[in-house]
């Protein structure tokens, strides 16, 4: 952010989160895993609460709509198991005549629901929306405080149940009920410490080992690269006594003066390891935060994004901080990432072959006598389904099955151990890569941010990319399978989200480019008469100037170009924005917090009143 714009700006606190890599003592680790496993358990609980909430509200809904809205969804219900079974089998024209006559009843059945919701909305507000919250009486509240009664920190879980409300939220949106969190498939764990005390803690309290919860050690050097210190940090409840110690790498110093509102332990996963972080969210002068990143920077850097591939590798961005197309560098993805990918894909692959080759065999055998009625009822099941709706768990349940009656043949039993092994090689090849994906764009994003005071992206829609046909027409969408392959092996939504995290822990501004047609715009002479290569799909031939480009190059220049014509203006909107955003959660917040401060008062001033004697006359 340059001076003339801070200078136009009201200069309260602002916040920055300060990250330190930390290594857990030995001793404390098992301590750390069961506060994470706790507080996923948190999570789930609230889910499996929030869903049987939004199933008991459906019911209410369709049983108040009458017996002609409950056919219909019957029919929708139908229609959607013949729509599972039509994609399966590819069947294009079945397909599509599923998905507008499921779409019509849709529209008739959501007028009934909605004349419904409308008529009951105080009912279902009282019933089944007053059980998701954060008030006492809430039921999702209620798990909160016991996962703290059985030793999670409060923070976390204040933290667990907010998330779980945003989910509620988002879902809500979609007429859905939130999803649970598969461990498996979690990247990162967070624990929280929460502080407070107006103002938050003083940031010397911590440094100087002043505060019982959070403490960190500066390095006698103070901090710089490879200075180590130690830190403590509290685990679960204060009286319980348990926390998490181990060295702190300190790199960079805490601003002048700064107080910090939070501190989290994070465990990321990096490939088959873990690796830990503490991170300081802190407040200070807007003026302080900034004077702790490095200068200079330069103004402006644009980023068009996209994931086309060539001989060179994986294209995923244009990058440049000038108008001319010719000093504009391509980001590419290391080549071993796709490949480990690619490898992955192919285990991936040989293993749902040798799945589908056994599905017959399996469905031929006959079944065991120890078997009880509920086993038999999902054999039942399992021989009706197609190979396609038939996943490798649930064939080495059924192992399992023959295996405690002593049946199981050895053919199955080879199959068992020979997916197992492949599952084992793609998962471990696939984590492992995409973990390297993301520490790479993560190093990509911090190297922007410190070096350049506001970022620009041109963003792609990634969610119309995603659809490999449209679920209101049954149509096919316009991005072929290898298209689609691409984007899931860029995963741009990454390299967004950690240019985002960058810039927030680094001060930059992030703006974005929405509408705007830069593909088709020659960047040296602004004409718009460019014509693609028809043996190179990534070079573009201006027929205006006879400039030969390329497209992602091009994009970039010519998005830098429209920003930099209003970059002071639009640089000073963003942190207007910003700081008015964060002005108005912290005003949020503090009104929360005097709300139910002022509640307590009351609820404890009632209790006190004395009672007047009851008769015995």
Not at 93 to 106: S, Y
Request: proline share 3%; net charge positive; glycine share 6%.
């Amino acid at each position: 952010m340059s001076t003339e714009v801070l200078d136009t700006i009201e200069k309260p606190s602002a916040s920055l989160t300060y990250e330190y890599g930390i290594r857990i003592d030995p001793s404390c680790d098992a301590a750390v895993r069961e506060q994470i496993r706790l507080a996923r358990l948190t999570y789930n609980n609230l889910v499996a609460c929030m869903r049987a909430v939004y199933d008991d509200m459906q019911a209410f809904v369709i049983a108040s709509a009458g017996s002609d809205a409950q056919s219909l969804h019957q029919e929708i219900e139908g229609l959607g198991e013949q729509f599972k079974a039509a994609k399966a089998e590819r069947d294009d024209d079945h397909l599509k005549a599923i998905a507008e006559l499921r779409q019509e009843k849709w529209k008739q059945l959501s007028t009934m629901l909605a004349a419904v919701r409308t008529e009951h909305r105080r009912t279902l507000s009282e019933r089944f929306y007053s059980r998701i919250g954060k008030n006492s009486g809430c039921e999702t509240y209620q798990l909160r405080c016991a996962a703290v009664r059985a030793g999670l920190g409060w923070a976390t879980a204040n933290a667990v149940l907010d998330a779980a409300l945003v989910s509620w939220k988002a879902s809500m949106k979609q007429g859905k009920p939130p999803r649970f969190a598969v461990g498996g498939e979690k990247t990162q764990d967070t624990l929280f410490l929460q502080f407070t005390a107006a103002g938050g803690l003083p940031a010397a309290r911590i440094l100087s080992g002043e505060h019982g919860e959070i403490q960190v050690s500066v390095p006698d050097g103070g901090a710089g690269r490879r200075r180590y210190g130690e830190f403590l940090f509290r685990l679960g409840a204060a009286s319980q006594g348990v926390y998490a110690s181990g060295t702190l790498q300190y790199h960079r110093p805490l601003p002048e003066g700064a107080t910090v509102c939070m501190a989290r332990l994070v465990r990321r996963r990096i490939g088959n390891d873990y690796r830990y972080g503490l991170q300081l969210v802190i407040s200070a002068h807007i003026e302080n935060l900034m004077s702790a990143i490095p200068r200079p920077r330069k103004p402006l850097l644009a980023v068009h994004f996209g994931w086309s591939a060539d001989v060179s590798g994986r294209r995923v961005a244009g990058v440049t901080d000038a108008a001319d197309p010719g000093l504009a560098r391509v980001l590419q993805l290391p080549p071993s990432i796709e490949a480990d990918l690619t490898r992955a894909q192919e285990i991936q692959a040989a293993r749902d072959k040798s799945r589908d080759e056994i599905i017959p065999k399996v469905k031929s055998l006959e079944v065991c006598a120890g078997w009880d009625e509920h086993v038999m009822a999902d054999w039942k099941k399992f021989k009706r389904l197609p190979a396609q709706h038939v996943s490798a768990n649930r064939l080495h349940h059924w192992r399992r099955q023959f295996w405690e009656q002593d049946a199981l043949p050895e053919w199955f039993a080879s199959w068992a151990r020979a997916d197992r092994l492949q599952w084992q090689s793609t998962a471990h090849m696939a984590k492992n890569a995409r973990n390297r994906r993301k520490t790479y764009y993560r190093e990509q994003a911090k190297t922007w941010a410190t070096h350049y005071s506001a970022i620009l992206l041109e963003s792609i829609d990634l969610a119309c990319a995603a659809k490999k046909l449209d679920e209101k027409t049954g149509e096919k969408s316009d991005f072929t399978k290898k298209a689609r392959s691409g984007r899931v092996v860029a995963a741009l939504c990454e390299l967004e989200s950690a240019i985002r995290w960058a810039a927030e822990k680094n001060g930059a501004a992030v703006l974005e480019l929405m509408g705007e047609e830069t593909a088709s715009q020659c960047g040296i002479c602004g004409g718009n008469q460019l014509q693609g290569d028809e043996n190179e799909g990534q070079r573009l031939h201006c027929n205006d100037c006879g400039a030969v480009l390329d497209r992602k190059k091009n994009g970039a220049a010519v998005a830098w170009q429209i920003a930099h014509e209003q970059y002071e203006s639009l640089v000073s909107d963003y942190w207007k924005a910003h700081l008015d955003n964060q002005r108005a959660a912290d005003e949020k917040r503090s009104a929360r917090k005097e709300k139910m401060a002022s509640a307590r008062a009351a609820n404890r001033a009632q209790k006190m009143e004395p009672r007047e004697p009851v008769s015995t006359d």
